[in-house]
């Protein structure tokens, strides 16, 4: 019962950081999949400093945390620039770059699961490589890696919550305010993990659905 009264009473923490939280996420999710596509495509390049490049930013971005990540965006931002970056902004900067690397490979895995046959079938009927990319591969890579996208998205949503770290009024943030408020250490947080397994759960199921979806239609 305290939790709900804590829902109803804090209703507008809460609120604002779902808001906050599905922001974080999807707008991360759009910037990280344009700049993922680039960086797959750099990585796939026979230009082998550009493919070096690529691979260096995945592997950084992937093998560092996401919330060392978020505090070197915020704190960097004044260090080499001197401008004090809102918190909102340092951390869509910083999903959208660690959503960029995981996309990436996603991308890259998606064009090279399609059969290198097309590729050659297509360059000999007088396409160009771009035209056989742009096409052929890329739109049955399109269909391959959605569900995955979708995931990445799931994942997106759960790993905003270090956005609280600096100050970011997400879920997370939320709670610790009504944490504070309250004198409740544990209820808030209920109500935080039930929103974010809403949020993922439901996502999932979508993304369930799409994928019978594909399998039927192909």
Same mark, same amino acid.
């Given at each position: 019962?305290?939790?709900? !009264?804590?829902? /109803? !009473? %804090?209703?507008? %923490?809460?609120? *604002?950081?779902? $808001?906050?939280?599905?922001?974080?996420? /999807?707008?991360?999710?759009?910037?990280?999949?344009?700049?993922?596509?680039?960086?797959?495509?750099?990585?796939?390049? @026979? /230009? @082998?400093?550009?493919?070096?490049?690529?691979?260096? %930013?995945?592997?950084?971005?992937?093998?560092?945390?996401?919330?060392?990540?978020?505090?070197? &965006?915020?704190?960097?931002?004044? &260090?080499?620039?001197?401008?004090?970056?809102?918190?909102?902004?340092?951390?869509?900067?910083? &999903?959208?770059?660690?959503?960029?690397? %995981?996309?990436?490979?996603? +991308?890259r895995s998606?064009?090279?699961?399609?059969? $290198?046959?097309?590729?050659?079938?297509?360059?000999?009927?007088?396409? *160009?490589?771009?035209?056989?990319?742009?096409? =052929?591969?890329?739109?049955?890579? &399109?269909?391959? +890696?959605?569900?995955?996208?979708?995931?990445?998205?799931? *994942?997106?949503?759960?790993?905003t919550s #270090?956005?609280? *770290? =600096?100050?970011?009024?997400?879920?997370?943030?939320?709670?610790?305010?009504?944490?504070?408020?309250?004198?409740?250490?544990?209820?808030?947080?209920?109500? #935080?993990?039930?929103?974010?397994? /809403?949020?993922?759960?439901?996502?999932?199921?979508? #993304?369930?659905?799409?994928?019978?979806?594909?399998?039927?239609?192909?």
């Amino acid at each position: 019962m305290k939790v709900l !009264e804590l829902l /109803f !009473e %804090y209703r507008t %923490y809460y609120l *604002t950081g779902m $808001k906050i939280t599905l922001l974080l996420s /999807f707008g991360g999710l759009v910037a990280g999949a344009t700049l993922g596509s680039i960086i797959s495509l750099l990585k796939l390049s @026979k /230009f @082998k400093p550009l493919s070096v490049i690529a691979s260096i %930013y995945i592997e950084i971005v992937r093998g560092t945390p996401m919330m060392v990540q978020i505090a070197m &965006v915020y704190f960097g931002s004044y &260090v080499l620039t001197g401008i004090n970056m809102d918190g909102f902004m340092a951390a869509l900067i910083a &999903v959208s770059l660690n959503s960029a690397a %995981y996309v990436a490979e996603i +991308i890259r895995s998606g064009i090279q699961s399609i059969d $290198k046959g097309q590729t050659e079938a297509s360059q000999s009927l007088g396409l *160009t490589k771009g035209q056989t990319m742009r096409h =052929i591969i890329l739109p049955q890579a &399109v269909k391959n +890696i959605l569900p995955a996208l979708g995931n990445e998205f799931v *994942t997106l949503i759960k790993e905003t919550s #270090v956005a609280s *770290t =600096i100050g970011v009024a997400d879920l997370m943030y939320a709670s610790k305010i009504v944490q504070s408020s309250s004198f409740q250490p544990f209820s808030p947080l209920i109500i #935080v993990a039930v929103t974010y397994f /809403f949020f993922t759960f439901t996502l999932s199921q979508l #993304v369930g659905v799409f994928e019978r979806r594909m399998a039927h239609n192909d």
